[in-house]
């Protein structure tokens, strides 16, 4: 159960981090982050339960920590102090070296492997850079944003999160698993080895991504992947991890581990294990 936290604690000079699904998050004097819920009452408490009680569940080092709750609507969390990823990775200014982009981004899959290995499993549905936090000098890791994400066999919706980072099942079909979020981390992982943001240069109208991404089967163009030691074999995990068909998809475990190896180890385990389709059809 998360800890009440008095209201008194978190008053004062606060300054705005970032708007995230369902709310606003701000700094506070004891430099927490604290993340105020807006919409209606029905959908705040809806967000409010499900983010408070995913969090709880989620207690990993790359996962962004909730301290508790204040009033009605505001979670009191984790501070992280340095930029998130999306302004990190697209600063111009920021020296970044191909193994720190791996680090990062093995981080990164180690934290949704670990929603994905609860029971029942969390789908984030949600994955994009703006929604990954870094601290302790750009080193560490901690995805946040969990206002849309649900319990797998819980209801679905249809068309949550960012149209650049969505999954083409989730355009089309309420049916989806925790397939999705690879597909995400696909994108996150070639906007990271190439420096640009998902399909800016080949669309033009945001709201045509999810119609071009699931009839036309469009991705951002995998040659621009050059950040990286390998990138043949950067652009071959990345184009799995993109596929249309969920089930042909790696799961995010095996994600972590060919990340965590050398490129030389890498190319030996690229193909998906039997593993990664067991069950494959069952939702689909």
């Known amino acids: 159960m998360a800890a009440i936290i008095n209201h008194k604690y978190i008053q004062g000079k606060k300054e705005l981090l970032g708007t995230g699904s369902y709310g606003e998050v701000y700094t506070a004097e004891l430099k927490v982050a604290i993340k105020q819920l807006r919409f209606s009452e029905a959908e705040i408490n809806k967000s409010f339960e499900a983010e408070a009680t995913n969090l709880l569940r989620a207690q990993h080092p790359n996962i962004i920590r909730l301290y508790g709750i204040s009033g009605k609507h505001t979670l009191v969390m984790e501070y992280a102090d340095n930029n998130p990823l999306d302004k990190y990775i697209h600063n111009k200014d920021s020296k970044i070296t191909n193994s720190h982009r791996q680090n990062l981004m093995l981080q990164c899959a180690e934290g949704v492997a670990y929603l ?69 981390f696909a994108l996150i992982l070639w906007e990271v080895m190439s420096g640009k943001k998902p399909f800016a240069d080949q669309i033009e109208e945001l709201i045509a991504i999810p119609y071009q991404t699931s009839v036309k089967n469009l991705r951002p163009n995998l040659d621009d992947v050059k950040l990286c030691e390998n990138t043949e074999i950067m652009k071959d995990l990345i184009e799995q991890g993109w596929d249309k068909k969920p089930y042909m998809r790696p799961s995010m475990k095996m994600f972590a581990l060919l990340l965590s190896l050398d490129h030389s180890s890498m190319k030996y385990l690229l193909k998906p294990s039997s593993e990664d389709y067991k069950d494959a059809t069952k939702s689909y």
């Open 116 to 184: 994905h290995s609860l029971t029942p499993l969390i789908l984030h549905r949600d994955l994009k850079p703006a929604n990954i936090l870094l601290t302790n000098n750009y080193c560490t890791l901690k995805i946040c944003d969990f206002g849309t994400a649900r319990e797998i066999g819980t209801e679905m919706t249809a068309e949550k999160g960012t149209p650049a980072y969505r999954a083409p099942e989730i355009n089309q079909t309420m049916k989806y698993t925790e397939k999705c979020d690879v597909y995400s």
